[in-house]
Structure formats: structure tokens, C-alpha cells
């Protein structure tokens, strides 16, 4: 059966109607080729042939054009309204031997973001940087570097691609950094990602968490860097020997080498939140290199010491929660005071039956699922969410996706003392969505539940950046923490984790007509259906309305199993 690829390019955010600076278009053949990061050959899909794929340069202002051609036995997708690339939400995948081409206007937005294969198994080859840059003639709200690097961090798993169309997915073998996973596993000694610096030299990283499944820490040995942008968002300027990245997370910081000439790792290890579901992967650092200029091989680097398993959830916490926004720097706005709909949305794991005749992994021998506000989401099957919206076809959603979860309930200590309570661990699986008003202001509390177990999650919305008003740990108690929320200067982004057994706040304006999704971004989650949608109406002016779909938007084939489960498809997402 051949997968369902899709490409989608995350949170488009404003669309105008300034003219574009240039046309920037890329040819993306997705094809087989082999590779051998570890001991052994695989055959793997790419874009063009590399891992990671092609860095994608781009001025703030240009428009963006990706022809996808598919070369490989899968399905694909890309995304913007109609190429938003959320599979199932706003089109169908692009099948094998098909072509498609998105466009898109970048406008509001400098930094990084990355485009990746949207489902399981694909976007853990399908992915590479979008760089966005300030169009000609302005200048960065920083120092200017000397040069510029990408950093991207991916997952890999030593087996055919196909394998890992399971659910859950296995432990991957290794992590990779700008596709190498250098000396600390065995056949890649000697492949290690080099940066050459220059002593007194500026450079800025451009970092991304391109893994599926998992938040890691990255640190420089004797560095530190200062982070200018997070999710492709100004920040105010932010010197730290740490940071964090929850997968589809992007940090831009910039590193002095201001060390004596030498060579120095840096390295990234991950960060396992949830207190022993899963088997987890062994706690190894993975190294990449900085080599200045006049350094001699013969001494061995500079290695870092990371967080350590105790000290990990504090030092998370602290980096994410320092982030702040650089007031009256590019693209900054004020924070809506006044909000039009007030969200709390319970978040975590839970239960479904195990269909009979299966094995299943989860506690008392059933499957693990997961849900927001008691709702697995269940992705429409024949054709996508927007266009059912778009041609009033009945039957695909309901839109009751409820303001509060069904009760109330100690959410971060989750016991069971009542039936209601031993409901929420088998929630109802429905396709529901909650309609939202052209420009109207929605704040979201989002709260991780102790249900299983609690887990950092990161949560990402399409079609939007969000403002993080509040991280926090235990309940979320409007009396005690809605007045300590952060109007002034809380940073925006596209993806935040949520911390585990704790909670965030967000807030965004929904001024972008369309289906958006707002989903966990562990890819291993997808399928557990920690996911939403919203629908954005139309407001009054044809530019503030969804156009109709581009005539040759790919249609579903209406073969159920490709789209039984999100797990089969692959976006291309920024
Ligand atoms: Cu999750």
C-alpha cells in the first residue's frame, strides 16, 4: 500500500496584498535513495536526495513556490488556505506519480521555521530549514553575524521506513545532527557535523527540532549563546548555556567564539518527560563539532556536561518560561486585551478499547489513545474538513467542540473517586471543531492531565502564531494565575510544550479564514488524536474570505485505509 505523503508548510500566518520583493521557487522531487548514517544501508525517501533535505532561502515579503513532484511510492502533501498541507483538514495527499505546486506569500514573519513530511514515518527523512530573512536593505534587530549555520536535529530509525508505520512507534536508534550522528554510535566515528569558526567571530545558529518525537536539549561546551528569534519570532536578546526544543520547536541564537583556539562539542540529548509509559530510548549525548580556525586534531574536545534526568523538567521550565518578545521589534504586536472566547482545554493520554482478537500495549491490556477536553479526534475519511466546510457537506464534523472539558476533576493529579472521573479515561472519539468569528481574540488554557501519565506536549497550531501568556505548574486557577499572566511582552509561537502535569496559556486572534488544526506535534501522539480544528469564518471583504480551492487540489481516492489513521501521511510544514 503506498503511503500518504503530505507536505504542509506550518502556520502561514497573514496573508496581504503587498507586492511580493521576488519569486523564490524550488523543485521538490521526492524520491528513494540509500543511505548509511549507522552500520547499516537503508533505503529511505527524500527531497531531492539529501538528509536533511534542501534549506529553503527566503526573503520576508517574497513568495514561495515548491513544484512537488512525487517520485516515490508514497502520497503527498504541502500548505496555505487550501496548502496548509494538514492532512485530511485542508486536502487530500498527493498520490504517487503526482504532481503538485504550492504557493505562498511569506509576509509578518522572519526566522526559521522548517518544512517536513507531516505523518509518522516520512517526516523523519522529509524535512529541511526555511530561512526567512529581512527583505533587502533591513537590517536584522541584532548584530549582524559573520555567518550563518543551520543546525537540524532529526530522529532515525536504523529499519525500512515502511516498518515504522506503527503504532506506537519503536524507540529510533539514533538522533541525528544536519544528518550525521557523529561519534557516539558505532560506524559514525568519523561522521560528525563540523562547524569552522573563526576566533571573534558572530555566528547565528539556526536551529531545529525536526525530530518527531522528542524534546532535546542542546548545549555548546564553554559557550553561551544569546537566542534573537524562537519559532521565527523576535525575542528579546536571551543569554543561556542551554535551551530546549520540543519537536517542531526552531531557536535562532547567536555564538561568539570567544574561547581559546580549540574544538568544543556541541550536543544535544533528549528530554523524556513522561514518568515511565513508554520504553525510552538510552539517555545518550550526541555529538557535533566546533572547530576554530588553527585548532590542532590531536587534543579532543571540550565536552559539555547536559541536564541531567533530575534537573531536566527545572531547566526546561526555566529556558521556556524566560523567553520573552522583542517589544517594538519586527512584526511585534500588542497583546489583545480584550479576549471573545475563553477556552479551557484539558490535554493528556487516555484509554480505548482494545478491538478484540489484539494485542494491546497500554495499561489493563487496552490501547493508549489520547484527547483534548475528553475528544479524540477522528479524522474525517473522504474528503478534507475545509472543503467539507467550504461545500456545506453535512455529516464529515460537528461543531461542538466544547469551552470546558464535560467536568471538573484534580486534572494534574489525576485519581479516579467517581464514574464521571472513570469516564474521562476513555474519551469519545468524534470529528468535532469549534467555529470561530473572523478577527475575534480566543485564549486557550491549556492543561495537562494526569491521566496514564503526565508528559510534556507540544502543542501546535496551524494557520496562526499564539502568544504565550503563562506556563505553570499543577491546576491552572484562574483566581490565583490569570492575573499573573504576561501581557506585556510574552513571546509568540507556533508550537509551546506544555509542561508536564502543568499548563499554558495562550492567546491569538483568529484572522485567517480556513480549517486549522491544533495538535500535539509528537508525530507518535497524531494518531492518538491529541488534535482539534477550528473554523475560521469569513470576515467582510473578499481578501478576508476563503477562495475557492485551486482546481487541481488533489483529491482523496476514497480508499479508507489510507486515511484511517494520520500516521500514514506526511506534511512539508514551516
Ligand atoms: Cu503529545
Not at 517526516?123 to 530549514?129: C, E, I, K, M, Q
Not at 529510533?172 to 554510535?185: F, R, V
Not at 503563562?470 to 508550537?495: C, E, I, S, W
Request: glycine share 6%; proline share 9%.
Amino acid at each position: 500500500m503506498p503511503l500518504a505523503i503530505q507536505a504542509f508548510f506550518v502556520s502561514l500566518l497573514f496573508f496581504s496584498s503587498i507586492a511580493s520583493a521576488a519569486i523564490v521557487e524550488h523543485v521538490f522531487q521526492v524520491k528513494n535513495v540509500v543511505v548509511k548514517p549507522l552500520c547499516k544501508e537503508q533505503r529511505i525517501p527524500t527531497v531531492n536526495g539529501s538528509l536533511p533535505g534542501p534549506t529553503i532561502n527566503v526573503r520576508e515579503g517574497d513568495t514561495l513556490v515548491v513544484h512537488v513532484i512525487n517520485n516515490s511510492t508514497f502520497s503527498i502533501t504541502i500548505h496555505c488556505p487550501w496548502m496548509d498541507g494538514a492532512n485530511m483538514i485542508t486536502q487530500c495527499p498527493i498520490q504517487p506519480r503526482n504532481n503538485f505546486t504550492y504557493r505562498f506569500d511569506i509576509t509578518g514573519q522572519e526566522g526559521t521555521l522548517f518544512w517536513h513530511a507531516h505523518v509518522v514515518n516520512l517526516r523523519a527523512t522529509l524535512h529541511g530549514a526555511l530561512i526567512i530573512r529581512p527583505r533587502s536593505g533591513r537590517p536584522y534587530p541584532f548584530p549582524k553575524p559573520y555567518k550563518e549555520a543551520p543546525l537540524v536535529f532529526g530522529q532515525w530509525w536504523d529499519t525500512d521506513i515502511e516498518q515504522l508505520n506503527l503504532r506506537p512507534a519503536p524507540i529510533c536508534d539514533a538522533y541525528l545532527i544536519n544528518g550525521l550522528a557523529g561519534d557516539s554510535y558505532p560506524c559514525s566515528e568519523n561522521r560528525m557535523f563540523k562547524l569552522k569558526v573563526i576566533q571573534g567571530k558572530t555566528y547565528l545558529l539556526r536551529i531545529i527540532n525536526a525530530a518527531l518525537n522528542t524534546h532535546l536539549f542542546f548545549k555548546i561546551a564553554d559557550h553561551n549563546v544569546t537566542v534573537v528569534s524562537v519559532d521565527a519570532a523576535y525575542t528579546t536578546p536571551y543569554g543561556s548555556d542551554v535551551m530546549i526544543l520540543t519537536p517542531g520547536q526552531t531557536v535562532d541564537a547567536l555564538l561568539t567564539a570567544d574561547q581559546p583556539i580549540g574544538m568544543y562539542y556541541m550536543s544535544i540529548i533528549p528530554y523524556l518527560s513522561a514518568s515511565s509509559l513508554a520504553p525510552a530510548p538510552p539517555r545518550k549525548v550526541i555529538n557535533s563539532l566546533i572547530v576554530y580556525k588553527g585548532a590542532t586534531s590531536t587534543t579532543s574536545p571540550s565536552r559539555s556536561l547536559m541536564p541531567s534526568q533530575i534537573n531536566s523538567v527545572s531547566t526546561a521550565h526555566r529556558f521556556s518560561s524566560n523567553i520573552t518578545s522583542l517589544v517594538g521589534g519586527p512584526y511585534w504586536t500588542l497583546v489583545p486585551r480584550h479576549v471573545d472566547e475563553k477556552m479551557f482545554v484539558t490535554m493528556g493520554l487516555g484509554l480505548e478499547q482494545c478491538p478484540s482478537e489484539t494485542k494491546c500495549a497500554g495499561p489493563s491490556g487496552q490501547r493508549i489513545t489520547g484527547s483534548l477536553s475528553n475528544r479524540t479526534f477522528l479524522m474525517p475519511g473522504t474528503i478534507s474538513l475545509q472543503e467539507a466546510y467550504f461545500y456545506n457537506i453535512s455529516g464529515v464534523y460537528t461543531d461542538d467542540f466544547p469551552d470546558q472539558p464535560p467536568i471538573k476533576f484534580d486534572y494534574a493529579n489525576f485519581r479516579v473517586h467517581t464514574d464521571s472521573e472513570k469516564k474521562m479515561i476513555f474519551p469519545e472519539r468524534k470529528t468535532s471543531v469549534k467555529t470561530l468569528k473572523y478577527n475575534s481574540t480566543v485564549e486557550i488554557v491549556v492543561q495537562n492531565t494526569g491521566i496514564i501519565t503526565t508528559e510534556s506536549h507540544p502543542m501546535h497550531l496551524h494557520g496562526f502564531n499564539f502568544y504565550v501568556l503563562g506556563y505553570g505548574f499543577g491546576n491552572y486557577v484562574p483566581a490565583r494565575d490569570a492575573k499573573k499572566l504576561n501581557l506585556v511582552n510574552p513571546q509568540m509561537h507556533n508550537t509551546v510544550g506544555v509542561p508536564p502535569g502543568g499548563w499554558v496559556a495562550l492567546r491569538f486572534i483568529a484572522n485567517n479564514p480556513g480549517a486549522w488544526i491544533f495538535h500535539c506535534h509528537m508525530d507518535a501522539h497524531l494518531p492518538y488524536g491529541i488534535i482539534m480544528a477550528f473554523i475560521v469564518e469569513n470576515g467582510p471583504t473578499p481578501e478576508t474570505s476563503l477562495q475557492p480551492p485551486p482546481s487541481n487540489l488533489p483529491q482523496c481516492t476514497h480508499d479508507p485505509t489510507i486515511y484511517e489513521s494520520p500516521t500514514t501521511n506526511v506534511g512539508l510544514s514551516y
